[in-house]
């Protein structure tokens, strides 16, 4: 079966399993390595990228669902948001492993988009499906705010 | 981890032997003569000064060659501080590369041979990378000497540029093939650290940006090739099961399958990619032989290891006898204490790439233990040690699961790619990728621990015995880390923290007992620091409200002869405003630990919510780590410790039932997350000390601080953990 979607803004096909998650999709197929494995239930928030600007976990995301969708990856995100957020990412030397830091990064920039000037409520709420075992959450935090900041100026 | 190996053994050439002996041997290393391995001149026609440790190139970039993994804990970042500060190089124009697997060049001077581990990365390289920046310096500034015609006292470097008061100038990069002309010092000068202008201060890490981007090539699961082949491996759902019988026909029908194939460890699915290996694997019908298996439930291990306490054991610190001095004792404190298996649970699940052509091998993963990994794939594969090559990867995270001793993913990969040569498949790269149910049911666990804790006490509260009873599986012992690490049958790395400690307790003893399974253990950040810490600290607290004092006041009583630890202890204190009433709805608990040469202390502040759950609300940490290198790393590294060490003490725990692990995922072991996260403070110990350890000493005084904060409410200290076991959480 092939299904037609935008990745990063490019129209791509995919022959893919139906069933086949978009994270193995974007990592196998097309080679773009980005987005993480990291637990495959959806309960890492490793695989994150955005599904028409919402962040949605690519490993419980079938590409058979994918018709027309617009997808963005690490690899593409771009905008204030995300900007702010890399900058911010990269000034306080938010990542340790980095394994979950394109996740972090996606939920971070989805975030910045809705809510601009996130409490830290807000940033528990909308980050907390994303988990750091390095536990890196107190700079993920400061950077939010940073990049808050950022985008303001 | 392996820091108590601190000397080298008898010189020995790696070479194929059996497996154990071999690895062993392995351990027991090669001697290191000199910190400064002497080599080099420019690689041939390549224009570049090409040293062990630091490549300058004629493009005027710098590369510092890391001999140790780097899995989060910014040790690359770290080494090549050390560089740049005695090169003088910029922090632009220098980068780092994980070096070759060569224990002749590269070996950890505390290990003997090429590994990562115990915290030792600074400690040992200290010296080394110095002399490498400095011994490269001398050479670049010999050349400009010869070059300009100056004295070379006459020459200066400064952030990457080389100079003469005649107004002479150069780039590094412009004198490096003139450089590598040049002799290599002996003994090259180092800066006095009052002329520092990057260690100690600020140098950002390497690696951030290529990690918020997302960037190709970084860890071994990115690792692509389009002749790439993927295998996922069904292992025994039991430890110590093995392959009764088993039935591939339809995992063979899954498209993009590539073969079906029985190796020592399980059945092995390759395919051409992640997820049709993956989902064919569910298809294999397996028969499992639990003959030799595991097959008890952790509570009947449990129940064990409390048995065991009871005994005498090994001993493992005999001051006197402690069961005499517990009888005249006016009172004894009796306390049991339980400790989980946990999983290390790192980001990136485990994973490898190898490929055999018949006569050679090379490997991409993030490999820790270099050295032991290197001698078992020649051995597994029977060729000579230098047709191995290892490229090592960045690891998103370890906290000790990549440093095994028996070298299991090597075995695996090499025992398939034997399975793949025997069936008739051409060479091809292949990976094995663990998904995070492999990772976490397939073991190598933080161990299980009974403890058991029996004080004696005089008249007037003060301690006259102490006697600690500790039983678990060993981490060393049965593999090839035991000849080096146990003397006269005592695993150190079990009691560390304990059995040293510096509370000076008139008469301590202390036994240790072996249980045996075949659940394989393995060290987990801080290792044995992981339940001593906790036990020590919450008897220590303990006692301190027997006596009727302040837990710091009584600490620092007991700790007279530990100055840095009266130190760091003091430090936490007075930032966190302990001689001030705590707010209204908190307490506070306060714990110090020693471990990895590193001493760190912690006061953790504490509320409940409505249902008397546990909200960690904020941590002030005090840590001597020697010399702050990197002090931004330190800090990060402490922040990380306690969220590590915090979520495994609320609520992370690995159980089985019938030999059959309970928590296969993040949904069932339920990670740290953002908001479990307290505001945290570190304040770092200005030091000349020798630097120590910083990647594991934040861990241990978390749980005893927040087990302290949690008595300081309610009165009693938890002892079996995880805090979900006391509804706390």
Redo the contacts between chains.
């Keep these: 079966m092939s299904v037609t979607l935008k990745i990063n803004g490019e129209t791509r096909t995919l022959d893919a399993?139906p069933e086949?998650?978009l994270l193995?999709a974007l990592?196998?197929?097309l080679?773009?390595?980005?987005?993480?494995?990291?637990?495959?239930?959806a309960?890492?928030g490793?695989c994150t990228v955005h599904w028409d600007g919402t962040p949605i976990r690519s490993c419980q995301t079938m590409v058979g669902d994918l018709e027309g969708a617009e997808i963005t990856?690490?690899?593409g995100v771009n905008g204030k948001a995300a900007e702010a957020v890399?900058a911010a990412?990269?000034e306080l030397?938010?990542?340790?492993?980095?394994?979950?830091?394109?996740g972090q990064?996606m939920a971070a920039s989805a975030l910045l988009s809705e809510t601009p000037k996130p409490s830290n409520e807000d940033?528990?709420?909308a980050?907390?499906?994303?988990?750091?075992?390095?536990?890196?959450?107190?700079?993920?935090?400061k950077a939010i705010h940073l990049a808050a900041d950022k985008m303001e100026a | 981890m392996l820091h108590l190996l601190q000397k080298p053994l008898e010189a020995q050439k790696p070479s194929r032997r059996t497996f154990l002996k071999m690895s062993a041997g392995a351990v027991g290393g090669l001697v290191i003569a000199m910190n400064l391995p002497r080599a080099s001149r420019a690689a041939a026609g390549s224009g570049e000064l090409a040293q062990p440790f630091v490549h300058i190139r004629p493009d005027n970039t710098v590369i510092v060659l890391s001999k140790h993994l780097d899995k989060g804990q910014g040790t690359a970042t770290g080494l090549t501080t050390l560089v740049a500060e005695e090169l003088d190089a910029a922090r632009e124009q220098i980068s780092v590369e994980f070096a070759p697997s060569n224990p002749q060049l590269y070996a950890n001077l505390l290990f003997g041979v090429q590994g990562t581990g115990g915290s030792t990365a600074m400690a040992n390289s200290f010296m080394q990378y110095r002399q490498a920046g400095a011994a490269a310096k001398a050479m670049i500034v010999a050349a400009a000497a010869k070059e300009w015609g100056v004295p070379a006292g006459e020459v200066s470097v400064s952030s990457g540029i080389v100079s003469h008061s005649s107004g002479k100038s150069a780039t590094l990069g412009e004198l490096a093939t003139l450089a590598a002309e040049q002799e290599v010092p002996a003994e090259p000068v180092l800066k006095s650290p009052e002329n520092w202008t990057y260690i100690g201060k600020s140098f950002p890490r390497l690696d951030v940006k290529n990690k918020t981007i997302g960037a190709p090539k970084t860890y071994t699961m990115d690792f692509q090739r389009d002749d790439l082949l993927v295998a996922v491996v069904a292992r025994s759902p039991r430890f110590g099961g093995k392959v009764k019988s088993f039935n591939a026909t339809e995992a063979k029908k899954v498209p993009g399958v590539v073969n079906v194939l029985q190796i020592p460890n399980g059945i092995a699915v390759v395919a051409k990619s992640t997820w049709p290996a993956i989902k064919a694997r569910e298809l294999l019908e397996i028969e499992w032989d639990d003959s030799e298996a595991e097959t008890r439930s952790s509570e009947a291990m449990f129940a064990e290891l409390s048995e065991m306490t009871a005994k005498p054991g090994v001993k493992v610190r005999e001051d006197g006898d402690v069961d005499a001095a517990l009888e005249a004792a006016a009172r004894v404190i009796e306390e049991d204490f339980e400790f989980p298996y946990l999983a290390h649970g790192a980001m990136e699940p485990l994973d490898i790439v190898m490929k055999f052509d018949g006569e050679t091998a090379e490997f991409w993963f993030g490999s820790q233990i270099q050295t032991i990994d290197h001698n078992v794939a020649a051995t597994v594969l029977g060729i000579p040690f230098q047709n191995v090559k290892i490229n090592t990867l960045w690891a998103g995270g370890s906290f000790g699961r990549r440093a095994q001793a028996d070298a299991h993913p090597v075995v695996e990969i090499t025992t398939l790619a034997k399975a793949m040569q025997a069936a008739g498949m051409p060479p091809a790269p292949v990976k094995i990728v663990w998904t995070r149910e492999d990772d976490m049911a397939g073991g190598y666990y933080r161990p299980m621990s009974a403890h058991k804790i029996k004080v004696g006490l005089d008249e007037n509260n003060n301690v006259t015995a102490f006697k600690y009873n500790i039983a678990a599986k060993s981490i060393i012992k049965g593999t090839p880390f035991e000849a080096m690490l146990m003397k006269d049958g005592v695993d150190h790395n079990m009691t560390e923290g304990a059995h040293d400690t510096t509370y000076a307790f008139p008469l301590m003893n202390m036994d240790q007992s072996f249980q045996e399974t075949k659940v394989p253990v393995l060290w987990w950040r801080s290792v044995g620091h992981t339940h001593t810490a906790y036990v020590m600290e919450t008897m220590v607290d303990r006692l301190a409200k027997e006596a009727g004092k302040d837990p710091v006041a009584y600490r620092l009583e007991m700790i007279k002869d530990d100055p840095r630890k009266v130190n760091v202890l003091k430090l936490a204190a007075e930032k966190a405003g302990w001689d001030k009433p705590v707010a209204e709805g908190r307490h506070r608990g306060v714990a110090v630990h020693k471990s990895f040469g590193s001493y760190v202390a912690e006061v953790a502040e504490i509320s409940f919510r409505e249902d008397g759950t546990v909200k960690v609300e904020k941590v002030t940490a005090a840590v001597d780590c020697g010399t702050p290198i990197n002090p931004d790393n330190i800090r990060a590294q402490v922040e990380g410790g306690i969220g590590y060490g915090l979520g495994a003490i609320l609520r992370n725990q690995v159980t089985l039932v019938d030999g059959v692990v309970d928590e296969t995922n993040f949904d069932t072991y339920e990670p740290l997350r953002i908001s479990d996260m307290p505001e945290i403070e570190v304040h770092i110990v200005a030091s000349n000390e020798a630097p120590s350890g910083i990647g594991e000493p934040g861990t241990p005084p978390i749980g005893p601080a927040v087990a302290n904060a949690i008595a300081a409410a309610r009165g009693e200290w938890v002892t079996t953990l995880p805090l979900t076991k006391a509804g706390l959480v």
């Design positions: 399993d086949s998650p193995w990592r196998d197929e080679g773009m390595t980005g987005t993480k494995f990291g637990c495959g239930i309960s890492c490793a990856t690490i690899e890399q990412w990269n030397d938010v990542p340790q492993c980095g394994y979950c830091q394109s990064i940033i528990d709420a980050m907390d499906g994303n988990v750091c075992r390095c536990a890196t959450y107190a700079r993920i935090r």
